[in-house]
C-alpha cells in the first residue's frame, strides 16, 4: 500500500538543485501548517526540502487541525491516544520521503508542542524516521525506552511555559544521557509557550551544525 500524504501539507521550499535534505515541520494542536510558513522560509537551502505537515484531524477544541484529542487529556490516555495514531503519523513522514527520494538520514523532524510530542514520540520506533529531531515546547508521552541510534535531538523550551512546563525537556534530556544519547537543551527565559526569533535561531543552529 502506498503511503499517505495529506494534499494539505504546504511545501514551503523545493530545492533549487539536487536535494540532500528533507525538513518537515509539524505545527500544535489547533493550528494549521500555514503558521509554520515564515519558519520554514527561514530554514530554505537550495539543496532543501521543506515540508509544513497538516495534522490529519479537525480539532476538537475548535479551529485548525489535530493528531490526537487533548479534551480530558491525562497522563494515562496520552499515551493511548498517540499509540492510536502513531501509524498514521510514520506513514506521513515515510510519503514524503518517497516522493523526494531521501530517506531517514536525511530527514530531519520539527515540531512545536503536539507537532513536537508526535516527533519525538516517533523517535521510539524499531527503526529512527529521521537523523535529527528538535522539539519545539514539546514532551514525551512517557519517559523513553531507548535512544534512538544515530539521532541527534533537540529540545528549545520557553522557561515560563505554562502549557507544557520547560521541567519535561530537561528531565528527558537527562533520561536520554543515562541511555546513551548526547540530547542538547535550551530553556529561554522569558518565553512562554510559543516561538520567537532566539528559537528559529537554534532550530537553525540543530538544522545546520557547523
Known amino acids: 500500500m502506498e503511503p499517505l500524504m495529506n ?7 523545493p530545492p533549487s538543485e539536487a536535494a540532500l535534505e528533507l525538513v518537515l515541520l509539524f505545527h500544535g494542536v489547533g493550528a494549521s501548517p500555514e503558521g509554520l510558513v ?46 492510536a495514531v502513531m501509524p498514521r503519523f510514520v506513514q ?6 518517497a516522493r523526494t527520494g531521501l530517506d531517514a538520514t536525511a530527514t530531519a523532524l520539527a515540531g512545536f508542542s503536539q507537532g513536537a510530542i508526535m516527533a519525538l514520540e516517533s523517535m521510539q520506533q524499531a527503526v ?9 515546547a ?10 534512538p ?7 528549545i523550551h520557553g522557561a515560563q511555559d505554562m502549557v507544557i512546563p520547560a521541567a519535561h525537556s530537561v528531565s528527558v534530556a537527562e533520561r536520554l544521557r543515562a541511555l546513551g544519547a548526547s540530547p542538547t537543551v535550551d530553556v529561554l527565559p ?19 551544525p557547523a
Not at 7 to 13: A, C, N, Q, R, S
Open 7 to 13: 494534499t494539505d501539507d504546504l511545501i514551503v521550499h
Open 38 to 83: 515564515p519558519l520554514g522560509q527561514a530554514l530554505a537551502r537550495p539543496d532543501r526540502w521543506v515540508v509544513s505537515v497538516r495534522s490529519p484531524f479537525p480539532s476538537d477544541m475548535g479551529g485548525g487541525w489535530q493528531w490526537f484529542s487533548v479534551r480530558g487529556i491525562d497522563e494515562a490516555n496520552r499515551v493511548e491516544r498517540i499509540a
Open 92 to 97: 506521513t513522514v515515510q510519503a514524503w520521503q
Open 128 to 136: 529512527p524516521l529521521a537523523s535529527r529531531v528538535v522539539s519545539m
Open 138 to 147: 514539546g514532551r514525551f508521552a512517557e519517559p523513553p525506552r531507548v535512544a
Open 149 to 155: 541510534a544515530g539521532v541527534s535531538l533537540h529540545f
Open 190 to 208: 522569558g518565553l512562554g509557550h510559543g516561538i520567537d526569533e532566539r528559537v528559529l535561531a537554534l532550530l537553525t543552529r540543530a538544522l545546520d
